[in-house]
């Protein structure tokens, strides 16, 4: 299944949160997005058919293999765009927002690529 940025975002939401606190609940999803407990509701049991996510018996979110997989490589994406536009001059609340589109346009060989220019590893 392939996933639209919106869900990608879950995901890598999902992955900070659980970085940040431990155990994630969707209510801590809803908080951390700004969007209603229905709406992650909907959203999280999109992700679970799709294999991304599961949620046990006390509620609590786990991102599956595959799931992990993708929220690491948004992240990772994130990150690096945000610190490059950071380094390029642009305040962080707008490389933040940039990066956020930027990481799910852009295809993983061009990804790669500017990570190894940037890196100087090319």
Not at 25 to 48: C, E, Q
Not at 77 to 99: I, N, P, S, Y
């Amino acid at each position: 299944m392939k996933l639209h940025a919106s869900g990608e975002d879950y995901l890598e939401a999902v992955l900070i949160l659980q970085g940040k606190q431990g155990r994630v609940r969707s209510i801590d999803l809803a908080r951390y997005m700004g969007f209603s407990k229905p709406s992650i509701s909907h959203v999280v049991g999109v992700l679970k058919n799709g294999g991304f996510l599961t949620v046990d018996e006390d509620g609590f979110l786990h991102l599956t293999a595959i799931g992990r997989e993708l929220a690491k490589k948004i992240y990772e994406r994130h990150l690096f765009f945000t610190e490059q536009l950071v380094a390029a001059g642009v305040d962080r609340e707008t490389a933040e927002q940039d990066a956020c589109r930027i990481e799910h346009a852009i295809s993983e060989d061009s990804f790669q690529k500017l990570k190894e220019k940037v890196q100087g590893t090319d």
